[in-house]
């Protein structure tokens, strides 16, 4: 049987699953959720661990996990008060199909390198007039 997926087994991915695919797999947000994974985190950790990330991206990134039931804001009764992102029993659900997802990367990247490197040399031989 080919490498293919099935009839039968096609996904539809279209609003509102690619919306949510979109926000929950984007660059900051599997950053996010890798920290998370390990242990909850403070804003400020999550920057810390995430040096390139800015705070306005971050901000945005943790109000979509937020809002997609993925992560929790806790407010913290400390003294001054403060906020810790943990991610919720859903969010964890998502560890699995990220880490095959990336174990798939891992398998396959020499091959996706040789392809770039052959694609990038075809485009370099191409005429763009």
């Given at each position: 049987?080919?490498?293919?997926?099935?009839?039968?087994?096609?996904?539809?991915?279209?609003?509102?699953?690619?919306?949510?695919?979109?926000?929950?797999?984007?660059?900051?947000?599997?950053?996010v959720l890798n920290e998370l994974c390990e242990a909850?985190?403070?804003?400020?950790?999550?920057?810390?661990?995430?040096?390139?990330?800015?705070?306005?991206?971050?901000?945005?990134?943790?109000?979509?996990?937020e809002r997609n039931g993925i992560v929790d804001r806790?407010?913290?009764?400390?003294?001054?008060?403060?906020?810790?992102?943990?991610?919720?029993?859903?969010?964890?659900?998502?560890?699995?199909?990220?880490?095959?997802?990336?174990?798939?990367?891992?398998?396959?990247?020499?091959?996706?390198?040789?392809?770039?490197?052959?694609?990038?040399?075809?485009?370099?031989?191409?005429?763009?007039?």
């Open positions: 049987m080919p490498d293919t997926i099935a009839a039968s087994h096609r996904l539809d991915i279209s609003a509102p699953h690619r919306e949510l695919l979109d926000q929950v797999l984007d660059k900051w947000s599997l950053q909850p985190a403070r804003f400020s950790e999550l920057r810390r661990a995430i040096p390139a990330v800015t705070q306005k991206s971050l901000t945005a990134t943790l109000r979509r996990l806790i407010v913290l009764r400390t003294r001054p008060l403060a906020i810790e992102y943990r991610i919720t029993p859903l969010g964890k659900t998502l560890r699995p199909p990220i880490d095959e997802l990336l174990a798939w990367a891992d398998t396959h990247m020499p091959a996706i390198e040789r392809a770039r490197v052959r694609f990038d040399e075809e485009a370099e031989g191409e005429d763009v007039t």
